[in-house]
């Protein structure tokens, strides 16, 4: 088994996830007492948060790009980014270590394609849903990307940082989410990506019939099948 690096605190609420799901998976496919080979370096959010509002991503991208090369250092073979937004720097990151980096967007893309996806909604902050690292990325697959309007992409936005990322969850906001999902499908939209790690707190595929793409979900189970060599 490959010893995975968990590069997370952004937040801690959706890393926590990573580890579960990461741990229950190696546990099924393994059986007895297993549980993944892991480093995890969680950092201070408020740090990096403060740095994307002001547009300051080559700090940020520095700041984890250092993270990795501990992380590295401590024995990972392999790295896990526990965030859609902060994969803005996934290049950066990547040029800092010697170890490969699993893209949570081309993860996403892969099992879209495996269920014959060609139009897909995001949902994410606003840097995933407007910025083209995101968004390109899944277009060089081939999918087509609808994202929300501007005003529900501020509301999307606001509810991850103000709540989500706080541990905060709201019937409100929820109904706002599935609301917009709704929308998405309307407009052509074949199933709708959970394009931030936080999102799987607020709603699930239990809460609608349009497809749900959980990128948390999709990325450590990924990254379990890259820690067992079967990928």
Known sequence: MKTIGLIGGMSWESTQTYYR?????IREELGGLHSAKLVLYSVDFAEI???QHQGDWQATGEMLSSVGQSVESAG???????????????????????IPLLHIADATANRLKEDGVTCVGLLGTR??????????????????VVVPDESQRESIH???YNELCKGVVRSDSKALYLDVVV?????????????????????????????LYDTTE????????????KI
């Open 21 to 25: 799901l990461i741990n229950q998976r």
């Open 49 to 51: 948060e403060a740095l």
């Open 76 to 98: 990972a073979e392999f790295l896990v980014l526990c965030t859609n937004t902060m994969h803005k720097v996934a290049s950066q990151i990547e040029s800092a270590v010697s």
């Open 127 to 144: 840097f995933t849903m407007e910025q083209v690292f995101y968004l390109g990325r899944l277009e060089d697959h081939g999918i087509q």
């Open 158 to 160: 606001s509810v991850i």
């Open 183 to 211: 929308s998405l499908a309307e407009r052509g939209a074949q199933g709708v990506i959970l394009g931030c790690t936080e999102i799987g707190l607020l709603i699930q595929s239990s809460d609608t019939e349009i497809k």
């Open 218 to 229: 999709i990325h450590a189970e990924q990254a379990v099948q890259y820690a067992l060599g």
